[in-house]
């Protein structure tokens, strides 16, 4: 990865500012409001990042030619500390379908606001959300509550896997919608999480 990152050549300007060593951090570019276009970034900024695989599916599509299978794959990224990304990706060799899920989940980082939102606990430290979210894509509805320390993440496995690689430690969850869709589900948490930045907070008035 290290040689990868010394033979690239940034065409994004968010890019240039991270090759020239002005942009240290990620948060940074969020800052600036400069939109992350290129993996290289998410690479040098948030070397430390893993990566887990959410669903799998064999999808069919129908061509002149007949049917065609792909392989269509989820992904969640994150560092377990305040940021995650999700993806999908598609192709007939599962190996791609995997590399193209991780790079898109990587493009879509985003920052995840953490707090003790709730009033059974209020220790003051980021283990839980800072107040209620709600996310929806498709017809599944999630909605993030804050938890008191110990609760632990009352959710889905695959919401679980999403909270994780965000550094939520405790959440309790509420569900609408065809749930078992694993992709919508994933997604669903991810804009929930990513609506923690729609407010400001008291401390921030």
Known sequence: MAVALEEWVPKTLAGRLVK?????????????????REVEIVDALLPDLKHEIVSVNLVQRQTDAGE??????T??????DGYVGVGMGKSRQIRVAIEKAIRNAKLNIVPVRRGCGSWEC???EEH??????R???????????????????????????????AGIQDVWTRT????????????????ALKST???KTVLEW
């Open 68 to 73: 065609v299978s792909q392989f269509q794959v």
């Open 75 to 80: 992904v969640a990224v994150g560092n377990e």
């Open 128 to 133: 839980s959300v800072p107040f209620k979210v």
């Open 20 to 36: 020239e060593g002005r942009v240290t951090s990620i948060g940074q570019l969020f800052e600036m409001n400069l939109p992350i």
């Open 122 to 124: 209020l220790c003051g």
């Open 135 to 165: 996310g929806k894509v498709g017809s599944v509805e999630v909605v993030l509550l804050p938890a008191p320390k110990g609760v632990g993440l009352v959710a889905s496995e695959v919401a679980k896997i999403v909270l994780r690689l």
């Open 176 to 191: 609408r919608g065809e749930t078992r869709t694993a992709h919508n589900m994933a997604k669903a948490v991810f804009e």
């Open 197 to 199: 930045y729609k407010f």
